[in-house]
């Protein structure tokens, strides 16, 4: 079974503009959650989507974004983007919508570079 | 809210010795606890997962834990390292409840092994 993929691995953007990144999930997994991951913040949460529906929220302004499609896909969204906004981010699926002992297999992640 | 704290940023051993990253969680109810190792340029991989099944859990690469509530630890060992476990290791705790995947993660262990 395929793994989680992301698109595209790395991008280079310059501030002020927008970004948008995509994730697909393993085959049957409907949870799907993103996190960001810089030197300074380590891995930070950003929000879950579970059957298109955004489940839970990290401590982002509202420049975050994200959605799910029917087949679970995702895309988050960065606009008027910030040096602050270079980061690795990674996207995780899961079967369900969570509980606890469901367990989240990430992706290979984006690299963004701010410039 | 939970955290977790991992105790060192920077772990070396020699390789054969044994391999110990430490990490505490603070929690008012049972966790769910995981470790996830990072290998340079990749995602997130899971090593192991405390559901309360079990108090000491058997992971990939020969890793285990062993969650101790009266210390509120959830420690990695390996009996004998190898070159190849040169990555860094990520603790992390599932916070929320309804099911929700938000994973609370510490900062970080880079495990160093040196011949």
């Known amino acids: 079974k395929a793994g989680v993929t992301q698109t595209p691995r790395y991008l280079i953007k310059t501030r002020g503009q927008q970004v948008t990144l995509s994730c697909s999930p393993i085959?049957?997994?409907?949870?799907v959650s993103w996190y960001q991951q810089t030197p300074g913040q380590g891995l930070q949460f950003l929000f879950e989507y579970f059957s298109e529906t955004q489940r839970n929220k990290g401590n982002f302004p509202g420049r975050f974004s994200g959605r799910q499609f029917s087949n679970s896909r995702s895309e988050m969204n960065v606009s008027t983007l910030e040096l602050g906004d270079s980061a690795l981010y990674l996207c995780?699926?899961?079967?369900?919508?969570?509980?606890?002992?469901?367990?989240?297999?990430f992706g290979p992640g984006t690299r963004l570079t701010v410039l | 809210a939970q955290s977790v704290t991992q105790l060192g940023s920077h772990v070396s051993v020699s390789e054969g010795a044994l391999v110990l990253l430490r990490c505490n969680y603070s929690?008012?109810?049972?966790?769910?606890l995981f470790w996830y190792v990072q290998y340079p340029n990749q995602g997130l991989q899971l090593l192991l997962k405390y559901t309360s099944a079990a108090t000491l859990v058997k992971g990939i690469n020969g890793f285990e834990a062993e969650f101790k509530k009266s210390e509120t630890s959830f420690h990695l060992t390996k009996p004998s390292a190898h070159m190849s476990d040169a990555a860094e290791y990520f603790c992390?705790?599932?916070?929320?409840?309804?099911?929700?995947?938000?994973?609370?993660f510490g900062a970080g262990t880079r495990l160093a092994v040196h011949p």
């Open positions: 995780a699926s899961s079967l369900a919508a969570g509980g606890g002992a469901d367990t989240q297999y």
């Open positions: 929690s008012s109810v049972p966790p769910y």
């Open positions: 085959s049957g997994h409907r949870s």
């Open positions: 992390a705790v599932i916070e929320g409840s309804g099911g929700y995947n938000k994973l609370i």
